[in-house]
């Protein structure tokens, strides 16, 4: 493949990556000013794309996606699965933490462990891969509370009240002390697939008295960054990473 050919294939990818969430259609005009192509060079390209059913051209003279990105969608989805890529992400976070860290996926009203890498220290908890655990109790459960579509009532999903951030300007990593076991603190964060939908959630946990405010933020950022970047190898929006407003409850977090 020559360099022209390159050119005019990352051309083809800007137009289809001008697309955004909530786009019905797109008009050529919209088009040429999201890419900033001629629209004699974006027509040239649609057409292209048409054949190869990436693209639709309406009888109004909008463009929508094809089926083709669909059908790819969907096989990327069955292909790329959390359980996957996460071992050596919970083996990193235990090095870099000291703390134990669980993949906890949804069953029903229940949050399952899926993997686990236990903490090199004496005292710690014992969770294994396979218990079954209250969905909505401790830093794993409100993230299935407040992020899990399935499980979000009567509330706007990720808003978390502030005393549960690691960081009060975003609204995870999400942090609890106690609510589980009295001697235990949790520290939890959502990885997203494609279609916005909470995957899982990772979970470093250990005994509280390693968990006070500063120890919390640091492994807070560690935690956020390694869910950051496995919601992006499996192709999710990192919009609710981003800062949140402020929302205030008089829940105490038990200490």
């Known amino acids: 493949m020559n360099d022209q050919s390159l050119t005019s294939v990352g051309r083809a990818l800007a137009v289809l990556d001008a697309f955004r969430a909530g786009d019905q259609l797109l008009s050529l005009a919209e088009l040429a000013a999201r890419t900033g192509f001629y629209k004699s060079t974006i027509l040239r390209l649609a057409q292209s794309l048409q054949r190869a059913n990436y693209l639709v051209r309406l009888e109004g003279g909008g463009y929508q996606l094809g089926a083709a990105l669909i059908r790819l969608g969907e096989i990327c989805k069955r292909a790329t699965r959390i359980d996957d890529h996460v071992q050596p992400v919970l083996q990193r976070l235990v090095e870099a933490t000291g703390e134990s860290a669980t993949l906890y996926v949804r069953r029903g009203d229940q949050r399952f462990c899926l993997r686990r890498v236990d903490s ?42 502030v005393e549960f951030r690691t960081d009060p300007s ?30 899982g959630v990772i979970c470093l946990t250990g005994l509280g008295i390693r968990f006070q405010r500063k120890a919390a933020q640091e492994m807070g950022t560690t935690l956020l960054e390694a869910c950051r970047r496995l919601t992006g190898v499996l192709g999710g929006g990192l919009h609710h990473y981003a800062p949140r407003k402020t929302v205030r409850t008089r829940m105490p977090v038990r200490r």
């Open 120 to 161: 090199r220290r004496t005292l710690r908890d014992h969770i294994r891969e396979g218990d079954l655990l209250p969905l909505t109790i401790g830093a794993p459960g409100r993230v299935f509370m407040y992020f899990d579509t399935g499980v979000v009532a009567g509330a706007t999903r990720g808003e978390v009240p």
């Open 170 to 199: 975003l609204p995870m990593p999400i942090v609890t002390r106690g609510e589980y076991e009295p001697e235990l603190a949790s520290i939890a964060c959502g990885v997203f697939g494609p279609q916005d939908e909470l995957l």
